[in-house]
């Protein structure tokens, strides 16, 4: 499916310039984390690049080397680009089996074809619930979430926020999780807060601020991301 680059991309929201000139590259198969404080603009810039916000103003969005700029959301979504946001979006009136065949989509060349199947031996605890209308912990929706993306069977698939809420022992199967991803050959976009997450899975790590790319490094451990971090954004010890 080739890679994700956005090019000098710049949104504004009504007065607001909130995406300032923001470039970025997400290789097909590799893992870069988007990380910063409170208010840095990371899921506008998310949201951006899904076309689920207006105000682009300048830049492109480049993905398997065409332009998605313009395109609407479903048009990115057809084209392998899947979102899991940070709200999930789990509907109480569809069963777990429900939101999975409403999300499949044909696979593509080279690309594996995930089905329900597949999501079931991934996500052991939602095979147990795939009748269940509503009632899922938090950790079984942010399951859900990513295995709905799945099924649009993407080329890369961009997380805002996936561990928030979560427990330790959710957390470490999230990261299990996309691990596996990765190695299907998916490019992963991940935004996150969870620093020690972010360095697990992360191949390169860019810090936002004030909607700039402040930023960039690969290979980057959790103290080496929080140093950038706090050196990039005026922030001393994450306060």
Not at 74 to 96: K, N
Not at 206 to 211: F, I, P
């Amino acid at each position: 499916m080739g890679e994700l680059s956005i090019n000098g991309l710049q949104v504004r929201l009504q007065t607001a310039h909130i995406i300032q000139g923001v470039s970025l590259i997400v290789p097909q198969g590799k893992t870069l984390a988007l990380v910063g404080h409170n208010g840095a603009g990371k899921t506008t810039l998310v949201r951006a690049i899904m076309g689920l916000t207006g105000g682009i103003s300048g830049g492109t969005i480049l993905f398997g080397g065409h332009d998605m700029t313009k395109l609407p959301a479903w048009e990115r979504a057809s084209a392998g680009l899947c979102y899991v946001p940070q709200s999930r979006r789990i509907f109480p009136s569809l069963t777990v089996e429900e939101h999975l065949t409403i999300a499949a989509r044909p696979g593509r060349a080279r690309m594996r074809a995930w089905t329900q199947k597949d999501m079931f031996e991934l996500f052991p605890n939602l095979a147990s619930r795939r009748k269940s209308r509503g009632g899922l912990s938090g950790g079984e929706q942010q399951m859900l979430a990513i295995a709905r993306a799945l099924m649009g069977n993407p080329g890369t698939i961009i997380l805002d926020e996936p561990t928030e809420g979560l427990s330790p022992a959710m957390v470490g199967r999230v990261q299990d999780t996309l691990k596996q991803i990765k190695a299907e050959g998916i490019g992963i976009l991940l935004v996150e807060q969870n620093l020690a997450f972010a360095a697990a899975i992360a191949d390169s790590v860019c810090v936002q601020h004030a909607g700039r790319i402040v930023f960039q490094g690969t290979g980057l451990r959790e103290p080496e991301i929080a140093r950038a971090l706090n050196a990039n954004t005026g922030f001393m010890n994450g306060t």
